[in-house]
């Protein structure tokens, strides 16, 4: 199947089938009568992994350690297991500065609700910003 037809079948774009072709994650036979790349069932099923590891949380880099640990004939589960414990651990401290950033900005929005509007000066340039203390 040429490179639309993958990506039609796992509902991506063209452009993320050949960024994982040319990372070489995806590796297509190519026809020698019309130079196109041929990718076949494995590539559709790699592909489907891929966009379920991404999903996932997994970075390229992450995805590139599993594969090769699996083209080695290892299993990839350990290196799945501590990988995912990573990232989760990754996304709960960015979580907690998300909700730590809410809270900012609901403070200034209600400190800023009723300030009135003043023009830049040589040693200002928005007093909402400058003088918003966080309750932090």
């Known amino acids: 199947m040429k490179v639309n037809q993958l990506a039609e079948n796992l509902a991506v774009t063209p ?3 050949r960024y994982y072709t ?3 994650y995806l590796r297509p036979h190519k026809n ?3 130079g196109y790349k041929d990718y076949n069932q494995e590539d559709l099923q790699r592909l489907r992994f891929i966009l ?3 999903q996932l949380g997994f970075s390229v880099q992450d995805l590139g350690l599993i594969l090769q640990e699996a083209e080695k004939g290892n299993s990839p589960c350990p290196l799945v297991r501590e990988l995912i414990s990573k990232r989760l651990r990754e996304t709960e ?4 500065e998300t909700v730590a950033l809410r809270k900012r900005m ?3 929005e209600r ?18 910003i400058e ?3 966080s309750e932090e």
Do not use: E, Q, Y
């Open 93 to 96: 401290k960015k979580f907690v």
């Open 111 to 128: 400190d800023w609700r009723d300030k009135p509007n003043k023009a830049p000066t040589g040693k200002m340039v928005c007093h909402l």
């Open 15 to 17: 452009d993320t089938v």
């Open 32 to 34: 020698i009568s019309n």
């Open 22 to 24: 040319r990372i070489g």
């Open 131 to 133: 003088n918003f203390m």
């Open 106 to 108: 609901c403070a200034a």
């Open 52 to 54: 379920n590891a991404r």
